[in-house]
């Protein structure tokens, strides 16, 4: 995570770290993948379906559709 890796108490982030983290895309990406990894299988498998739900490939680029929140908790 940035804050792991650089001095961030002045709000400044190092244009290395910056690099290292893989831009915003990376960052993103290794804390995405960090969260998910700490879902239990059958949590995984929810959120896999949920993402599979709410993106489409149209024209060979990802693209967002939107989604009622009920069709993620039963409705409640």
Same mark, same amino acid.
């Given at each position: 995570?940035?804050? *792991? /890796? =650089?001095?961030?108490? =002045?709000?400044?982030?190092?244009?290395?770290?910056? !690099?290292?983290?893989?831009?915003?895309?990376?960052?993103?990406?290794?804390? #995405?993948? /960090?969260? !998910?990894?700490?879902?239990?299988?059958?949590?995984? *498998? #929810?959120?896999?379906?949920?993402?599979?739900?709410l993106v489409d490939v149209v024209g060979g680029k990802p693209v967002s559709?939107?989604?009622? /929140?009920?069709?993620? =908790?039963g409705g409640v």
């Open positions: 995570m940035l804050w *792991e /890796k =650089d001095n961030v108490t =002045d709000r400044i982030l190092n244009t290395q770290t910056y !690099y290292d983290l893989g831009r915003v895309t990376g960052a993103l990406q290794q804390q #995405a993948n /960090k969260v !998910y990894d700490a879902l239990l299988p059958a949590e995984q *498998e #929810a959120a896999r379906q949920i993402f599979i739900d559709r939107r989604a009622d /929140k009920a069709n993620f =908790d």
